[in-house]
């Protein structure tokens, strides 16, 4: 899930990020004529990140809750 997370950054934020640094380098005293769509795409994937990892996290704890055994006794010998 962090994997996926990350492929989701470079597709998305990485490339935003990009455009905002050349344009800001051109003319630092503006802001990217598309700046709204690129702040909505920059946001909706941290988002959409998140939602990756929180899954990822939910299948770890999923995973050592079912692993672990219920009655941990009988495997102290």
Same mark, same amino acid.
């Given at each position: 899930?962090?994997?996926?997370? /990350?492929?989701? #950054? @470079?597709?998305?934020?990485?490339?935003?990020?990009?455009?905002?640094?050349?344009?800001?380098? @051109?003319?630092?005293?503006?802001?990217?004529?598309?700046?709204?769509?690129?702040?909505?795409? #920059?946001?909706?994937?941290?988002?959409?990140? /998140?939602?990756?990892?929180?899954?990822? @996290? /939910?299948?770890?704890?999923?995973?050592? *809750? *079912?692993?672990?055994?219920?009655?941990?006794?009988? /495997?102290?010998?």
């Amino acid at each position: 899930m962090l994997l996926a997370a /990350f492929l989701v #950054w @470079l597709a998305v934020v990485e490339p935003v990020n990009r455009e905002v640094a050349a344009a800001l380098r @051109l003319h630092p005293d503006t802001v990217p004529a598309v700046w709204s769509e690129l702040r909505n795409r #920059w946001e909706y994937e941290h988002a959409a990140g /998140f939602a990756v990892q929180l899954l990822g @996290l /939910f299948a770890l704890l999923t995973s050592i *809750v *079912v692993e672990t055994p219920r009655h941990a006794a009988q /495997f102290a010998r």
